[in-house]
């Protein structure tokens, strides 16, 4: 058979590089000649040192309009009223686009849906979740943290991300969905990539990647799901299939397990590789936390305000409304800046300072809020807590053995690799 592509293939892919290489024109012309602040930030200087560009954003208002005709705040008041408003969604049902620009073909479940359809996905997978639930995950997850950790400890020096905050996640998720060992690299692998389209496709090689790891996990849940049809388990997948064409559409079935798993991998990963970064950056605050332990979780709440691994998301307006006095037009986007939000000086005293004591006040809008608040918020906060509590006890001269690689993403920030060591 032919590899070569088709006509109509010919012509998407041109049209696809056409839009994808004016638009990336455009963000650089608007972001470097027009001062631009939202456009800078898609621009790798900008990624570099985004808190900056946040901060030239806040100096110009609660509610600025960019040069490519969308609203952006980083006010956390803001932002919380405009998660929580009914008058906006995640995707535009009159011109079918998604929050952060991904097409229908890459939407991962009741991530791209407004309320109802939304609403009826997640109470499928809400009770995975649940306090109840989080207790049976508690013993799993701190002896798979205590076998990553001692694999560590024998070398001394190792990559923090790939040794503990990658594989840790992927274990736990693929615990929940019932998905067998075999499948867990793949998953990883898989699972990355999918999470890398959360800020849209930057190139042809890119596309073909994500949609190589959209069907090679196609394939995967439906072998799964055909699996657990005949031998049933207590997972999650087995709850789910159980569910298909009453509660759950067959085809809806394999974008939400693909939603959980990105969602149970991506969030934790660069949650723990944000707080270690954080806290090796203030080593007084490792200290503190070394000799409390029990401060780990707070360690996650303010590693979730300070540097959260969701870094912005988008609404868009169902009718015209006024918003911070104003008016936004029906059709048009809002681009909330989460991490700006997180070190509002209005909501925050000393924002920009990391202090696993700060006293708990205003929630942080790491994990958003309203109806699209992380389902698996939960979970994320749990592994992240045990990780760096053992991570505390076990190796407390913990630090940094070489530069940081963070990931080329607007969208989520985090460490790719995090060379430390004990010696």
């Known amino acids: 058979m032919s590899s070569l592509p088709t006509a109509a293939q010919a012509r998407q892919a041109a049209a696809f590089a056409a839009t994808l290489y004016g638009q990336r024109g455009r963000q650089w012309y608007n972001g470097r000649v027009r001062g631009d602040g939202l456009a800078r930030t898609r621009l790798k200087e900008g990624r570099d040192d985004r808190y900056a560009v946040y901060e030239g954003i806040r100096a110009q208002g609660p509610l600025t309009r960019t040069r490519a005709g969308y609203w952006v705040t980083t006010s956390h008041k803001l932002s919380n009223q405009v998660l929580r408003s009914r008058t906006f969604g995640v995707r535009d049902p009159e011109r079918d686009i998604v929050q952060g620009g991904i097409s229908r073909e890459f939407d991962l479940s009741f991530l791209g849906l407004n309320a109802p359809d939304h609403t009826r996905l997640r109470r499928l997978a809400t009770p995975a979740f649940s306090p109840k639930m989080m207790g049976t995950y508690d013993t799993m997850i701190e002896k798979t943290v205590h076998q990553l950790i001692d694999q560590a400890e024998r070398r001394g020096s190792f990559d923090l991300v790939t040794d503990l905050a990658a594989p840790l996640p992927i ?6 969905l019932g998905v067998p060992n075999e499948h867990e690299e793949a998953f990883q692998r898989y699972g990355a990539s999918l ?35 005949r031998e049933p388990r207590d997972d999650l997948v087995s709850t789910l299939v159980a569910e298909r064409g009453d509660r759950i559409r067959p085809e809806e079935l394999t974008p939400m ?8 991998f991506e969030t934790t990963v660069n949650l723990i590789g944000n707080a270690v970064i954080a806290l090796t950056d203030h080593p007084d605050q490792w200290d503190l936390l070394v000799a409390d ?12 305000r300070y540097l959260p691994p969701v870094q912005e998301t988008g609404r868009v307006a169902f009718e015209d409304t006024d918003l911070a006095g104003q008016t936004v037009r029906k059709h048009q986007w809002v681009v909330l800046l989460l991490a700006a939000a997180g070190r509002d000086p209005e909501v925050y005293a000393d924002p920009n300072r990391f202090d696993i004591t700060r006293t708990p006040g205003v929630e942080h809008l790491a994990f958003s809020s309203g109806i699209h608040y992380c389902i698996g918020a939960p979970l994320a906060r749990l592994e992240a807590t045990v990780a760096l509590r053992v991570l505390a006890e076990r190796m407390p001269g913990l630090r940094r053995a070489g530069d940081v690689t ?3 993403s607007t969208t989520i920030r985090g460490p790719l690799h995090l060379p430390v060591t004990t010696r």
């Open 171 to 176: 274990a736990v998720i693929s615990e929940m």
């Open 293 to 304: 332990p029990q401060l780990a979780g707070p360690t996650v709440e303010e590693t979730l």
């Open 406 to 408: 963070m990931r080329g």
């Open 257 to 264: 397990c693909q939603l959980l798993l990105v969602a149970g």
């Open 195 to 229: 999470a890398s389209a959360l800020d849209g496709l930057n190139s042809l090689g890119h596309a073909r990647d994500v949609l190589r790891a959209v069907h090679s996990l196609d394939r995967i849940f439906s072998s799964l799901f055909d699996l657990r049809e």
